[in-house]
Each structure stands twice: as C-alpha cells, then as structure tokens.
C-alpha cells in the first residue's frame, strides 16, 4: 500500500496507491487507532535504505 498524489503506469503488480488525500488518511487513522507507536528514537532503517537508493539512482542518471 502507497498513499500517493499521483499514479505512475510502472507500478509493479499488486502495488496499491491511493490517490485520494482524504482515503489515506483514513487508511492510517484505523491503521493506527489505539495502536502502541513505539518512538525509538532513532533513524528508520527501511527510511535510511529508501533514501540511500534514491540517492545513487539519482546519481547513476
């Protein structure tokens, strides 16, 4: 799942993005709705490896 504000046509299969602002916030209200958000502290992995390929793709062109 993506909460996106535009669509691409090189999405990979089964890739879902919503488009509409209000949809996902929706989405992540009831996602996280009387969840336990544990703060670290710390930097994102997943975040840290994202940044790092966008990086040297940006790079690599």
């Not at 993005?17 to 209200?29: G, K, M």
């Not at 992995?45 to 690599?60: C, I």
């Amino acid at each position: 799942m993506k909460c996106d504000s535009g669509a691409s046509d090189t999405q990979p299969a089964g890739l879902v993005i919503f488009t509409d602002e209000r949809l996902c916030r929706a989405i992540v209200d009831r996602l996280t709705f009387e969840a336990h958000i544990i703060a670290t502290g710390t930097q994102s992995f997943r975040l840290a490896g994202t940044t790092a390929k966008r990086q040297a793709a940006v790079a690599a062109t």
